[in-house]
């Protein structure tokens, strides 16, 4: 299982990798942390693999309580830089920082569909997709967007990172818990689609609002 991690790493990240000094500059920045996004998840399932290990396999302790935190952490450390180092534009901020989860996202259910070719189905496709890559996106995206109003007051800048990354932590977590409860599991399966839908009409609507003030 190790080396399949491994093939596929090299099978998705070098063909994008190759691809990125064609892609146009306006685009390259997503590329970059799509890439970014695949990379975190292949050292994170190493990390994840160790601490499986380390609680004797209890895999609902570990992934309600455990990897909500190594995951949202590591992928928001990319985001952060970039936040700090380069740029406090929100849409910048935000673009970049779904664009890494859903690398994360793109990597974590490959994995998983080549561990389990045998039991998957289209049904397990379409909760991966519109449900579990949905939430790392939106996790991240969450820390990204936070960063814009961080990133300018300098006093906000350690507390207000902190509880970015609590608040994805603890989505994180609930999402994880919902989806492995026999009762709940499909209000976890719609939570991340009741967080999105209404956000993108949000910034929809801020944006015309916007073109229409320029005018």
């Known amino acids: 299982m190790e080396n399949l991690i491994y093939i596929l790493f090299i099978c998705v990240f070098v063909p994008l990798l190759v691809s ?4 146009q500059k306006s685009s390259r920045d997503v590329m970059i942390f ?8 292949l050292f994170i399932s190493e ?3 160790i601490l ?15 990897t909500p935190a190594t995951e949202e952490i590591a992928k928001a450390i990319p985001v952060l830089a970039y936040a700090f180092l380069f740029s406090d534009s929100r849409l910048k901020l935000l673009t970049v920082s ?18 389990n070719l045998d039991s998957v189905s289209l049904g397990w496709a379409v909760i991966r997709g519109f449900s579990t890559a949905l939430m ?8 990204g967007y936070g960063m ?8 906000l800048s350690i507390p207000g990172t902190f509880s ?31 967080t999105y839908v209404p956000f993108v009409i949000y910034l929809i609507l801020s944006h015309r609002k916007a073109e229409k003030k320029a005018k």
């Open 164 to 194: 970015l990354l609590i608040t994805a932590i603890m989505y994180h977590g609930i999402f994880n818990i919902l989806v492995q409860s026999e009762k709940l599991k499909y209000y976890g399966f719609i939570l991340p689609a009741m």
């Open 148 to 155: 814009s109003y961080v990133r300018l007051k300098r006093k």
């Open 52 to 66: 499986l290990q380390v609680f004797k396999r209890d895999t609902l302790f570990v992934t309600t309580t455990i």
């Open 20 to 23: 990125l000094p064609l892609v």
């Open 47 to 49: 990390i994840n693999g």
């Open 34 to 41: 799509i890439l970014a996004g695949i990379a975190v998840a």
């Open 98 to 115: 779904f664009a890494l989860g859903i690398g994360f996202a793109l990597f974590e259910n490959s994995a998983i569909l080549m561990a």
């Open 136 to 143: 790392h996106g939106i996790c991240t995206a969450a820390i």
